[in-house]
């Protein structure tokens, strides 16, 4: 199993210009979310999907859009980029079912917006 | 507000002592706690998870204690290693309904092991 994939590993965008961020896991996980992490503010929730055709903000939604067609892809769209979304982007994966189930992180998108 | 929190950003340690990392809480609601630990340039991973039932939870060279009356979590890592050093990150969940997927995380405190 590849686990969690995350592409691209790094980017660099123009303020204003719109860019998917893609994950994709092979695990069959049932529930998958975006976080991101900035210095000094550890990782916040973007948004989540608990299934395909199912999704739901979190605590940092607003400039970010998702959509969740198959249960191996979680992509995470920037309509418009802004300097404030410079960050590092942060798939994860778990199965449903018990709170004790891991999340399984990818390795990560370093996005700068200029 | 961010109810995870560290007491220290960073730790510096001898390889071959006993590592202690502290996390607070504030709600009480919280019934889920795990550990992440995070090296550079790569995605967190983890360490160790312990129920709101349990007070105590051991892995390999890892244990987790809870104090649920003061609202505190640590992670002792036993004959730290220089592998060990990473950042490290407590998450709480919150019970019931939909914030069942909602992991909080603190800040992370970055452990450094001297050889």
């Known amino acids: 199993n590849a686990g969690v994939t995350q592409t691209p590993k790094f980017q660099v965008l123009k303020t204003g210009q719109s860019m998917t961020l893609q994950c994709a896991q092979d695990?069959?996980?049932?529930?998958m979310s975006w976080y991101r992490q900035d210095p000094g503010m550890g990782l916040r929730l973007i948004h989540y999907s608990v299934g395909a055709g199912i999704t739901d903000q979190g605590e940092v939604p607003n400039g970010y859009n998702v959509s969740r067609s198959t249960t191996e892809d979680f992509p995470l769209r920037l309509l418009s980029a802004a300097p404030s979304q410079t960050s590092v982007y942060f798939c994860?994966?778990?199965?449903?079912?018990?709170?004790?189930?891991?999340?399984?992180f990818g390795s990560g998108t370093q996005l700068s917006v200029l | 507000g961010e109810s995870v929190g560290l007491h220290l950003p960073t730790l510096s340690v001898q390889e071959g002592d006993n590592s202690i990392i502290n996390c607070a809480y504030s709600n009480s609601a919280s019934d889920y706690f795990i550990w992440y630990k995070q090296e550079s340039g790569k995605g967190p991973q983890f360490i160790i998870d312990?129920?709101?039932?349990?007070d105590k939870r051991q892995g390999q060279r890892v244990t987790v204690l809870l104090n649920k009356t003061v609202k505190h979590l640590s992670l002792q890592i036993a004959a730290t290693q220089p592998g060990d050093s990473a950042v490290y990150f407590c998450?709480?969940?919150?019970?019931?309904?939909?914030?069942?997927?909602?992991?909080?995380f603190g800040k992370g405190t970055l452990l450094t092991v001297n050889p």
């Open positions: 998450a709480e969940n919150i019970g019931g309904g939909g914030s069942n997927y909602k992991l909080t």
């Open positions: 695990m069959n996980h049932e529930y």
């Open positions: 312990i129920r709101s039932n349990m």
């Open positions: 994860a994966s778990r199965p449903t079912g018990s709170i004790g189930e891991k999340l399984f």
